[in-house]
């Protein structure tokens, strides 16, 4: 059953065709990676799902409804959650309270003035018990601005993890960051988001972790997609072969 | 709040209150200056160090506060504090609603240039409306007319400044504490950790739903209530309110309070205001050129201490502490 459906879903900037007439689906539970060369448009079109950017023409269906002009908390209501190529996190709040802040918006509760967030105890315990999935439980005091990179990636998939979306969008997560780091984020990040549920479309360039980890792969070049098809289809893929990875299958 | 910062604060606040006792009625005069300040400071900070945004025009509100006080004891011959606090929150509140809603759109030096000018008319409608407003001459609240808790106290007589002082300044220290618990409360609050997630990263904090705008618009509103309240408690110690009150250079000491004792820490902003007023106070009797001592003290601060006075103590104390537990290590 599909979850999220574009149609005909097009960005450009000047002469430059960003996303390009696109009609994308994802559908309930899925592992979905998103990937194509830098310029393909994969940032573009998350960042149009999510309301970062508002698409030229097309529509935009969550479900049956239309969000193509719902604003981002319309959006994030109706079950979209995101993270960004950059890490970006409240770096002068500690680890907790950047997962906590995030509980706190989704219970609608961040409109409490005369009330000390700490205090807040099933908040609190639900924020300890994700940063424990993480694997950030011995770091909830610290300030954000002080975790390693690999901490900081975690941390920020864990921060749109807890607004407990229906449709989370992960943009590289483990850019900028070592191979090892690499299989423990996307080990941590796949077993949570699996276990809570949650489908998934996560924007990455490591191949290996792309056929690792994804139920199915969707690769752009150029603003439209090239393929789309489980792993082991997009490996044996020609036009994939030539345009993304550089080499004849 | 630790066991330890309580015992902190529970010292200070006996310390405070055995000022009249100890020191004398001058120096509690200017500790009363100082904690109406420290009020002022409490507010702005919430915008600065908590939400991001830097006010240059929050002598509006002091201004406000202070002009209410005096409008109500001229025209409608009120002469309770109750009553004054009542009418200038009120019209504070509404002011900074007002303001809030032009300002709170824009971020950084945008935000800071439209509440300096909104405050220059402010001081302008007060200069240009001075059949109401008595102009430079100003308006006087002479504290002789003044009730406190609901006529309870008042102050007749020839030796009245004395027993007013002392009075006052505990009036003004239980609602200094009041507001200080208050104001911890808000930071510490969601809607608090909301402000501050805002400051650090608006465009992540928009990613979790949070309508940066309204957010903002509120952290102004609390903002402008503090400092008019500020402004409420200033004017009888003061007994005259002039547009000087409203004029930009007191929206640049609010900013200096802040500065000197740290923004990026609570009670930063509290500090600043107290040693700003005993600076003002003594560099005038000292010297005529006043306004340079504190210009000089301005420009040291931000080379050599930026995080303030207090930022800097914490930074050493946790310097001292580190080094200790590498030492016991």
Redesign the interface.
């Known amino acids: 059953m599909s979850l999220l459906r574009t149609e005909n879903l097009k960005k450009h900037f000047g002469e430059t065709r960003a996303v390009d007439g696109v009609d994308f689906t994802v559908n309930e539970g899925e592992f979905l990676s998103l990937v194509g060369t830098n310029g393909a448009g994969k940032t573009t079109l998350v960042n149009l799902i999510?309301a970062?950017l508002s698409p030229d023409s097309g529509r935009i269906f969550v479900g049956d409804r239309d969000i193509t002009h719902a604003s981002?908390?319309e959006r994030?209501?109706a079950g979209i959650?995101?993270s960004?190529q950059l890490v970006?996190?409240?770096?002068?709040?500690s680890v907790l309270?950047n997962v906590?802040?995030?509980i706190?918006?989704?219970e609608g509760?961040?409109?409490?003035?005369?009330?000390?967030?700490?205090r807040?105890a099933a908040v609190t315990r639900e924020a300890l018990d994700l940063l424990a999935e993480f694997g950030l439980g011995g770091k909830s005091g610290a300030r954000a601005r002080d975790l390693a990179q690999g901490e900081r990636k975690l941390l920020d998939v864990a921060?749109?993890y807890a607004?407990r979306p229906k449709l989370l969008f992960l943009d590289e997560p483990t850019s900028g960051v070592s191979t090892r780091d690499k299989a423990q984020i996307m080990d941590t990040v796949s077993s949570v988001v699996r276990g809570g549920g949650i489908t998934a479309v996560v924007i990455e360039h490591d191949m290996d972790v792309v056929f690792k980890y994804s139920d199915r792969v969707v690769v752009m070049h150029e603003g439209r997609f090239l393929a789309d098809g489980p792993p082991d289809e997009i490996r044996r893929n020609s036009d994939v072969a030539k345009y993304l990875l550089g080499t004849d299958v | 709040m630790s066991r330890r910062a309580a015992a902190l604060v529970a010292g200070v606040v006996i310390v405070l209150a055995l000022v009249p006792v100890v020191l004398g009625t001058y120096q509690t005069q200017l500790l009363t200056y100082g904690l109406t300040l420290a009020i002022a400071a409490l507010g702005f900070n919430l915008l600065l160090g908590y939400t991001g945004l830097l006010s240059f025009g929050h002598s509006a509100f002091l201004g406000t506060g202070a002009y209410t006080v005096a409008l109500m004891m001229r025209y409608l011959g009120v002469s309770s504090l109750e009553l004054f606090i009542l009418g200038g929150v009120v019209s504070s509140a509404a002011l900074a609603a007002l303001l809030g809603v032009v300002c709170v759109r824009h971020t950084r030096i945008f935000f800071a240039i439209l509440t300096l000018a909104l405050s220059q008319v402010l001081w302008t409608l007060a200069y240009k409306f001075f059949w109401i407003t008595g102009g430079t001459d100003g308006l006087r609240v002479p504290f002789s007319q003044l009730t406190l808790l609901g006529g309870l106290i008042n102050f007749p007589g020839a030796d009245a400044f004395a027993r007013f002082i002392t009075y006052y300044y505990y009036y003004v220290l239980v609602l200094f504490c009041v507001c200080t618990a208050l104001m911890w409360?808000?930071v510490?609050?969601?809607?608090?950790?909301?402000l501050?997630?805002i400051?650090?990263?608006e465009?992540?904090?928009?990613?979790?739903?949070?309508?940066i705008w309204r957010?903002r618009w509120?952290a102004f509103l609390?903002s402008g209530i503090f400092t008019g309240l500020a402004g409420i408690l200033w004017v009888p110690l003061n007994g005259l309110v002039t547009p000087d009150v409203l004029y930009w250079p007191q929206s640049g000491k609010i900013v200096f309070f802040a500065v000197l004792g740290g923004f990026r820490n609570f009670a930063g902003p509290i500090v600043g205001a107290v040693i700003f007023n005993y600076l003002e106070v003594y560099a005038v009797a000292v010297t005529q050129y006043w306004q340079i001592t504190l210009g000089v003290i301005l420009i040291v601060l931000v080379t050599f201490l930026p995080a303030g006075i207090v930022g800097t103590a914490e930074r050493l104390r946790a310097r001292l502490k580190k080094k200790r537990a590498e030492q016991f290590s």
Request: proline share 2%; hydrophobic share 50%.
């Open positions: 999510s970062f981002v908390d994030i209501r959650a995101r960004f970006n996190l409240f770096d002068d709040l309270d906590a802040l995030s706190f918006a989704r509760k961040t409109k409490r003035i005369f009330a000390l967030a700490e807040d921060v749109a607004l | 409360l808000i510490n609050s969601p809607f608090g950790k909301t501050q997630a400051r650090d990263n465009t992540r904090a928009r990613f979790l739903g949070v309508r957010y509120l609390v």
